[in-house]
């Protein structure tokens, strides 16, 4: 199926550094989306993006829609362990979501 | 009810079973989506239903699995003479509008194993 290109696959960080993901496509998307999932879980929104060159933050969660709406970033400032998850970029195709491969993160104390 | 509800949560299944697995959606929801996750990857679509127009199958990986919407509300995605590699979640996902991603909400998933 088909699938965004989601870097990086992992990251092992301590608490309180800055982590930053990026998602990229061969397709144009008019909405990017991430993500956080949770052992056992399904996925949450976290920050969803409308416009080519948006930069929206919510609390630690900052994200950019990239200009050419091929790609988008995620960064989380001053990460806590509960940031502890994996992350998901999607795009918005018609209806339906396209999601990235996804970028597990451990935050250590 | 509250939220999209999916069952079972956990099946186990030998080799060359069908499967049914069921959601719930979010009442009022006319946008349905199944997806799958096979251990440590990323989501991949399977089947999207949005109201009564024809479903999306593209995302279907073979003629064994297959999804219908009944009274446009509960969903069932069936496998057939399963396979090992079809050991994964499928997650279900409902949509008030079925094309804003901010207003998809997913339940907790079915967790598949094929033995």
């Known amino acids: 199926g088909q699938q965004l290109n989601q870097s990086p696959q992992s990251m092992f960080i301590q608490e309180g550094e800055d982590v930053s993901m990026n998602c990229t496509s061969s397709?144009?998307?008019?909405?990017w989306l991430w993500y956080k999932q949770d052992p056992g879980e399904g996925p949450v929104l976290l920050i969803a993006?409308?416009?080519?060159?948006e930069l929206t933050s919510n609390g630690r969660l900052t994200a950019q829609f990239g200009i050419t709406r091929k790609d988008s970033f995620l960064n989380i400032s001053a990460s806590i362990p509960s940031d502890v998850g994996i992350y998901f970029c999607a795009g918005q195709d018609t209806d339906k979501l396209i999601f990235g491969t996804g970028t597990r993160l451990q935050v250590f104390p | 009810g509250a939220g999209v509800s999916q069952s079972p949560s956990n099946k186990v299944t030998e080799k060359g079973k069908d499967v049914e697995l069921r959601c719930d959606p979010i009442?009022?929801?006319?946008?349905l989506y199944w997806y799958r996750q096979s251990l440590g990857q990323g989501l991949e679509f399977l089947i999207y239903f949005q109201g009564n127009s024809a479903p999306d199958k593209s995302g279907l990986p073979s003629d064994r699995f297959s999804a219908e919407r009944t009274g446009g509300s509960v969903s069932t995605l069936t496998i057939q003479r399963t396979q090992q590699e079809d050991s994964a979640v499928y997650l279900c996902?409902?949509?008030?509008?079925?094309?804003?991603?901010?207003?998809?909400?997913f339940g907790e998933g079915s967790w598949l194993t094929v033995v």
């Open positions: 397709s144009i998307f008019n909405t």
């Open positions: 009442s009022g929801h006319t946008a």
């Open positions: 996902a409902s949509s008030s509008q079925g094309a804003q991603g901010n207003t998809i909400y």
């Open positions: 993006l409308y416009k080519a060159g």
